[in-house]
């Protein structure tokens, strides 16, 4: 299956669609001003393998695209090659084994509904038009992660052709050490993974959406609230909280309350949500939804109609916290005064992770995720305070940050850990041995 019908070619710079092919790679629709040499279509494995070869022999580095949602365009660098994985797209799965096997261009929504008709779940990205490839190197924040695991977790083996051209296995058994990386290195990862292997899992009976909103004036009274009753919300609700310009119901600056809730059942799912109905702060809301049955492709494609839309020039940060609320609210207060318009927007989740995970890569975690995305539309001119907006914040509260998450990467602006000192340590090592001559790019902005 080739997406859109498209057979896929090799493009060099200077050459008609060039600047085209580049940038239909990205989701971001701002221009980097970084040009490749030399853009690869990969159609199956051996064009992998053969383009491999190709930029070893020439002295080319390599860039690597599944879907392209990398905010910080991550795989569009200056020089050497980039190898575009979108059309290894395939799904096949297995409803008795409860495992799936897919190529990297594999679309996240495209995963769930093929997985809804054997009644069977993987935690797959947030918005529909993720591939899966780059939402699985770097750990895999997907629905139910906080009950389910990290996607990457759920990576039981993987196929991927090395620096030296050769096209390897890996799972626990056989180069378990490629698998270990594999498993949260993200855009550091030194080889190109053309297939994954995936353990699957039964599908919740009840999937659905609560939905509170507040208006912007409330900020502090709901984040003291959402900070105090966070630890204690069910795993499988992703209790979050968006700032955002037109806030549903109100289209006025507002605080979204969203809790999706993934459950054996619908009784569950009620008592796992039952803490927003009875909180203090009911009353200070404008309107409160009740818990309803929504599917998650229908939350997928909504997510991006309305906060993740396209034609939109992004700019994104992140970080990970275990500091109080307290400390915290002026400067929250600031990001929500200084908002950019729609659909820029500010993400914090409860997170409240497992004391222990699997030995991988992805090794660096908090209590609170704060994600900022600022974002400009269309022929929108570029106001310098918008354009710096979530660099700018996120750098302020720089001293309450334990690491950002390489999902919402922003290395090359504001370089940060992400990952444990002695997981990074250990993944260049592996990297040195098995790409010595650094065929494959390293991570953007990164000092040490």
Known sequence: MKRGGNTGRTIAKGEAGFDAALLGTSFNAQDPGRRPTLIVQANDDADVVDAVRQARDQGLTIGICSGGHSWAQNHIRDGG???????????????????????????????????????????????????????????????????????????????????????????????????????????????????FYLRLQPRPKFVGMKIQVFRIRHLEAVMAWADQVGPSVAPFAEFQLVFDRKAMGIFAHGLQVLTPVLADSWREARAAVAFIDESPIRKLASFTLPLLPVSLGMMMKGGERTLFLPNTRWTADSMWMNTPIEPLLPALRRIADTQPAAPSHALWLNWNGPADRPDMAFSLEARTYLALYGGLRGSTVANPADESWATDHMRALQEHSIGIQLADENLGRRPAPFMAPANLARLDALRLRYDPDGLFNPYMGRVA
């Open 81 to 195: 090659m980039l190898i575009d994985l979108s059309r290894l797209d395939s799904i096949v799965i297995d409803p008795a084994q409860r495992t799936a096997t897919i190529g990297p261009g594999c679309l996240a929504g495209k995963l769930n509904a093929a997985l809804v008709k054997h009644k069977l779940f993987f935690p797959v990205a947030h918005a529909y038009t993720v591939g899966m490839g780059g939402f699985l190197l770097q750990g895999g924040f997907g629905w139910n992660s906080r009950a389910s695991g990290l996607a990457c977790q759920s990576v039981i083996g993987i196929d991927v052709v090395l620096a030296d051209g050769n096209l390897v296995h890996a799972s626990e058994t056989e180069n378990p050490e490629l698998l270990w990386a594999a498993r949260g290195s993200g855009p550091g990862f030194f080889g190109v993974v053309v297939r």
